[in-house]
């Protein structure tokens, strides 16, 4: 683990406990405001991919807080190991949603949904967890490290155990949380999920070539 300066600990501090608050506020406007058809049914709001996604960014931010009050060894050990999930996983929350909402907003989020979403609470789950996971990683962490067939083998695991969970769910509640999953057939869902690991795995070729502290030295160049 690389020394700090004092400067760097302190921006590092504050961008986690702004995330923190912003992550915070964004479960609590579930809660207060999510559709209780959801809420009520098996899996909860962990029936999506948005929610299960800002809980682990939660939980990566409320590490890195850990590690910048009291610098221990064991909290920086298992931030970058968090990041190596959540970085291509909100990058792929953030241009999947954008992208279908873009095309047709009915395929995420029902038209008979009693609550809208307010533009706060959706730039605060489906823009905002990105910027900080990627400001964090950029600028206060090391580069990623694994290579390209453990990288491979991570998100297939992570794309599968979703699509396993959605099934799950889906099988007790008879419905999908997601109206886009239940228009698509078997093999097109099999295509989005596959489409969803892609992007997970090239997010993380893309970031672990842009740290600046991965790019070789300048008198190397």
């Known amino acids: 683990m690389q020394q700090r300066s004092s400067s760097t600990r302190i921006k590092s501090f504050l961008l986690h406990s702004v995330a923190t608050a912003s992550l915070l506020w964004s479960f609590n406007w579930v809660e207060k405001n999510g559709d209780l058809a959801i809420r009520n049914s098996y899996g909860s709001h962990f029936q999506h991919l948005t929610i299960l996604s800002l809980a682990i960014t939660l939980l990566t931010m409320l590490v890195s807080l850990l590690a910048d009050i009291t610098d221990w060894k064991v909290?920086?050990?298992?931030?970058?190991?968090?990041?190596?999930?959540?970085?291509?996983?909100?990058?792929?929350?953030?241009?999947?949603?954008?992208?279908?909402?873009?095309?047709?907003?009915?395929?995420?989020?029902?038209?008979?949904?009693?609550?809208?979403?307010?533009?706060?609470?959706?730039?605060s789950v489906h823009l905002m967890p990105t910027v900080f996971c990627l400001l964090d990683y950029l600028f206060f962490s090391p580069p990623f490290s694994l290579s390209f067939k453990v990288s491979t083998l991570l998100y297939l695991a992570v794309a599968f155990s979703y699509m396993w969970w959605v099934e799950k769910c889906y099988e007790v509640n008879k419905f999908y949380a997601y109206p886009i999953l239940a228009i698509l057939e078997p093999v097109q869902k099999g295509i989005l999920y596959g489409t969803a690991c892609v992007l997970s795995l090239l997010s993380y070729i893309v970031l672990k070539t842009v740290h600046p502290y991965a790019l070789p030295p300048h008198n190397a160049r």
């Not at 291509?88 to 953030?94: C, Q």
């Not at 873009?102 to 730039?123: A, E, N, V």
């Open 75 to 123: 909290f920086h050990n298992i931030k970058p190991v968090l990041l190596y999930i959540v970085c291509p996983l909100e990058s792929i929350v953030t241009v999947l949603y954008w992208s279908i909402v873009m095309y047709d907003r009915s395929l995420l989020i029902p038209k008979t949904r009693p609550i809208q979403l307010p533009l706060d609470f959706d730039l």
